[in-house]
């Protein structure tokens, strides 16, 4: 599977954003999905996951509550919708498959991390 992340942008501290994470191949479908984010010289850290039916959802404890996660497996795509932004969210986002179907905030289950887009969060 190859994945693309698009939908950023610059947006104000309290805004929102929906990112797309957009899927090539045929086991899209069967694959749960995660949303990675790397800000500038901080290692890259899961945000969410949602496994393969879109039915069953995982979050950090920092975007709980803010950011939600969705799939539409006829459109091969992955959304991250964010709201209540904050500056501390600015970073590169990036999407990868799991090699399972279930949900799961274990990064090292995840691969193929396609290219990201840049979220940036104004003060």
């Known amino acids: 599977v190859q994945l693309q992340a698009s939908g950023g942008g610059l947006v104000q501290a309290g805004g929102s954003l929906r990112l797309s994470c957009a899927a090539s191949?045929?086991?899209?479908?069967?694959?749960?999905i995660a949303w990675f984010r790397q800000a500038p010289g901080k290692e890259r850290e899961i945000v969410a996951s949602i496994n393969w039916s879109g039915e069953s959802t995982s979050y950090v404890d920092s975007v709980n509550g803010r950011f939600t996660i969705s799939r539409d497996n006829a459109k091969n795509t992955v959304y991250l919708q964010m709201n209540m932004l904050k500056p501390e969210d600015t970073a590169v986002y990036s999407c990868?498959?799991?090699?399972?179907?279930?949900?799961?905030?274990?990064?090292?289950?995840?691969?193929?991390w396609g290219q990201g887009t840049q979220v940036t969060v104004s003060s």
């Open positions: 191949g045929r086991t899209f479908s069967s694959k749960a």
């Open positions: 990868a498959a799991s090699v399972f179907a279930t949900a799961s905030l274990m990064i090292g289950r995840y691969s193929g």
